[in-house]
């Protein structure tokens, strides 16, 4: 039956009782119309069902299964088809539980190096975090699973989560905060989307119908339901009317009767409540349309999800560093120094922690080849750092190269607080200086959500940075450091040199969790480019055991208008000995214009798989939307007439070929001009230059034959007197008894 017919047969009390969960984990049924109940779980990196006492932390039993790398490493893959992939994987094994909707992914940018929720959170970059989690929802919703992205919106910070209240300018919020949700809506219709605990410009998310309605349904075209995070739920007419559908979890029946009431005193419209419940069941209902299902044993299932959960781990890797010692030689004497070789950090704490079946380390995995251990360090015992790092520096005397396994205690990333700074803890700092020192080759392995900084940077050899590889970890790592796999991952985030370089370090987490976004579009590399700013690792870097040479750039046309695309491709050779993958992106960079714009943003990105000698060419589309900005005046984004630097690179310091487009905006901005209005702002409109250009080259005209000695004052005048004309609002024309006020007026009107 359809979901509307069915809602037509409902009562209010049956209807109102699936705006809200039964319990912890599942919808409303109702028995008497045979609607059954449907289950949720999280989470983005594996399946957090719960089938005991249930929470939102992750410190209750789930099921046991496959944990796949955490989202910052899913990211750095670049890889949208591994995206895909997880998301089916992930589906498949929601259809064996049961699951009809996982709650995830979680797409929020990385405003702050040190969110604590960075690890479940895709990057610093919309358009990058965008494509991978359309990627990820289409493999979701490929097994007829709905996906739900979270946390919309603004929900960038963990410090007063629920009750902060994010200021966001509406050109910000649109160019960056909104826009990987965005694209995941128009991309890949999810069927639901989760709302944020926070506020957004002082109104709960919960409660905010230009975010829910205006913006997500009626601009973006959401089509499916939105469910609020895990207690987001504000007034239940409130939230009916903002656009809220479900409203998760439900233990008790406070808001059924709230909504019945509501409706009952005439405060909400019952036709709003059909709509709300039609939603959630016309998603929902469609998980009942299961596809054939595949005859596969668990325990095969279960191999191929860890084949996947290896193969993505691998796919994420960045080699931040290589001075020529990895990969490493099968016959060298490997030295692993650090707890997290014998016991990885491979996951993050809090609502997305799987109950892992097994999880590999890289000790284990090494079985077979020249490596000895030392622990180096405890994350539980600072107190034996002395001996352990005397210990390491002992059984270093007999090693070719260090390996060290470093990275961030569990303690120090998890939903609900922020990082404190960016650093690693300082028993690791001096056991990496101290083993840098020895003379040996030193490689650092990374376990880590989220950017740290490197101060022994300099003096080691080379830098692989995990993140949160998940189970697969241990053989992941192992295959990567003796190079039966090249590294092919870049970096999704910058990492910054100290936390207070990072744009938002002023005003993070804001005053009592206030936070004003100040930096405006100015996140991540848009900032440090912008200023100049030295950085540890650029947006993008990433190394390869091979080499890759791009040539032949080309775009299909020269000159286009807004309304245009235009295709581009440039070749890509693989000059070393090693197959690998890299990662061609393309950034496009405004050469000109009057609007402050960051220096280059990424608009498209390809990974390939490259044989040694091999060359492949790589071909992206771009348009309108990779030349705009968002315009305030319009309420959407716009394009500036003027030329685009296309910009093909291997991260977003290291561009290899530029080449130029003419861009020719079809979209007239608004023309109501007053007598204040600057004269440059006139000339901006087509009827501006028609009727006022004249008038302008006249008076440069006259100005430049009636000075008696044009050289006096320097070659700067006439830059001055120009300025002075373009700045000068339009009645200043008059003040200057170059026209009357009347005729001013009427040039007005004309060009109005
Ligand atoms: C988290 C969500 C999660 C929910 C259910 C909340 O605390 O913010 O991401 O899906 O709990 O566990």
């Given at each position: ?7 037509s ?15 912890f ?11 059954k ?18 929470d ?23 890889d ?28 929020n940018?990385k405003r702050s ?8 959170y895709y ?8 494509k ?13 699973v ?5 946390h919309f919106a ?32 128009r ?7 989760m709302?944020?605990?926070?506020m957004?410009?002082?109104t709960y ?29 504000k ?21 059924e ?29 469609w ?23 290896k ?10 560093k ?17 707890e997290f070789?014998?016991?990885p ?5 809090g609502s997305?922690?799987?109950n892992?079946?097994?999880?590999s380390n ?18 539980k ?6 001996v ?9 005397e ?11 205690p ?8 922020d990082?404190?700074?960016?650093n ?10 101290d ?10 392995v ?9 101060p ?5 050899d080379?830098?692989?940075d ?38 938002s370090f002023?005003?993070f ?16 590399y848009?900032?440090?480019e912008?200023k ?11 190394l390869?055991?091979?080499?890759f ?17 235009v ?7 693989n ?19 009057r ?13 390939v798989e ?10 992206f589309t ?13 309420h959407?984004f716009f ?7 296309i ?13 130029s ?5 079809t ?15 006139i ?5 501006g230059k028609k ?13 430049r034959?009636a ?36 005729e ?9």
């Amino acid at each position: 039956m359809k979901a509307s017919k069915l809602v037509s047969k409902m009562t209010l009390q049956e209807k109102a009782s699936l705006l809200s969960g039964s319990d912890f984990w599942h919808t409303e049924a109702v028995e008497r119309l045979g609607l059954k109940q449907y289950m949720m779980c999280d989470g983005p990196n594996g399946l957090r069902k719960q089938v005991g006492e249930p929470d939102h932390l992750g410190s209750r039993e789930s099921i046991k299964t496959v944990c796949y790398p955490a989202a910052c490493a899913v990211a750095s893959s670049f890889d949208v088809d591994m995206a895909q992939r997880l998301g089916e994987t992930l589906a498949k094994e929601c259809r064996r539980e049961e699951v009809s909707m996982l709650l995830g992914p979680g797409l929020n940018m990385k405003r702050s190096p040190v969110c604590g929720r960075n690890f479940e959170y895709y990057s610093e970059d919309p358009y990058l975090a965008g494509k991978i989690a359309a990627a990820y929802v289409k493999g979701v919703q490929s097994q007829n699973v709905a996906a739900c992205p979270k946390h919309f919106a603004a929900n960038n910070q963990e410090y007063r989560r629920m009750s902060g209240n994010s200021i966001v300018d509406e050109r910000t919020l649109f160019e960056i905060y909104l826009s990987a949700f965005e694209t995941v809506v128009r991309d890949s219709q999810p069927k639901s989307i989760m709302c944020s605990y926070n506020m957004l410009n002082g109104t709960y998310v919960s409660e905010n119908k230009y975010l829910l309605t205006e913006v997500l349904r009626d601009k973006f075209g959401f089509e499916g339901f939105v469910v609020t995070d895990w207690g987001a739920g504000k007034g239940p007419a409130k939230g009916v009317e903002a656009g809220v559908d479900l409203v998760m979890p439900g233990e008790d029946d406070d808001h059924e009767k709230e909504i019945i009431k509501a409706v009952e005193d005439g405060e909400l419209d019952e036709a709003l409540v059909d709509k709300a419940v039609c939603r959630i069941l016309d998603s929902l209902m469609w998980t009942d349309k299961a596809p054939e299902e595949e005859k596969v044993s668990a325990s095969a299932f279960r191999k191929a999800q860890y084949q996947l959960a290896k193969e993505l781990a691998e796919d994420s890797a960045v080699l931040l560093k290589n001075n020529r010692v990895l990969p490493l030689k099968k016959d060298s004497k490997i030295l692993f120094v650090g707890e997290f070789a014998k016991s990885p950090r491979y996951q993050g704490s809090g609502s997305s922690n799987i109950n892992s079946a097994s999880v590999s380390n890289a000790l284990d995995a090494a079985k077979g080849r020249k490596v000895s251990f030392a622990q180096g360090y405890d994350t539980k015992d600072a107190s034996k750092a002395y001996v352990l790092r005397e210990e390491a520096i002992k059984a270093a005397e007999d090693a070719d190269v260090i390996v060290i396994f470093a990275g961030l205690p569990a303690s120090y990333e998890s939903e609900g607080f922020d990082r404190a700074d960016i650093n690693l803890p300082s028993e690791q700092n001096k056991l990496i200086a101290d083993l840098s020192t020895l003379g040996k080759k030193t490689v650092v392995v990374m376990h880590n959500g989220a950017p740290v900084s490197m101060p022994w940077i300099d003096n080691v050899d080379a830098v692989l940075d995990m993140q949160l590889a998940g189970d697969a970890v241990g053989d992941a790592t192992v295959s990567l450091l003796w190079g039966d796999v090249n590294p092919s991952g870049k970096l999704a985030e910058t990492y910054p040199n100290k936390l207070s370089d990072n744009p938002s370090f002023l005003n993070f987490p804001g005053d009592k969790g206030n936070p004003v976004y100040a930096e405006g579009v100015y996140i991540g590399y848009r900032y440090y480019e912008k200023k100049r700013m030295p950085v540890l690792f650029p947006f993008g870097h990433g190394l390869s055991y091979t080499e890759f040479e791009y040539s032949n750039l080309k775009i299909s046309k020269d000159s286009i208008t807004d309304q245009d695309t235009v295709k581009v491709s440039v070749d890509v050779w693989n000059v070393g000995r090693y197959a690998g993958k890299e990662v061609v992106q393309l950034y496009v960079s405004p050469d000109g214009g009057r609007t402050s714009r960051p220096l280059k943003e990424l608009k498209g990105f390809k990974k390939v798989e490259l044989a040694p000698g091999e060359t492949k060419k790589v071909t992206f589309t771009l348009d309108k939307r990779a030349f705009a900005y968002y315009n305030v005046d319009i309420h959407d984004f716009f394009v500036e007439s003027g030329d685009y630097s296309i910009m093909v690179g291997a991260s977003s310091s290291d561009i290899r070929h530029t080449v130029s487009l003419h861009v020719e905006g079809t979209v007239e901005l608004p023309r109501n001009y007053t007598l204040f209005t600057p004269i440059e702002d006139i000339l901006e409109s087509s009827s501006g230059k028609k009727y006022l250009t004249p008038i302008i080259d006249k008076i440069r005209k006259e100005h430049r034959e009636a000075s008696d000695n044009p050289e006096a004052l320097g070659a700067g005048a006439d830059k001055m007197f120009e300025n002075m004309i373009m700045e000068m609002p339009i009645l200043s024309l008059a003040s200057f008894g170059m026209l009357t006020k009347k005729e001013v007026q009427q040039l007005l009107d004309k060009i109005n």
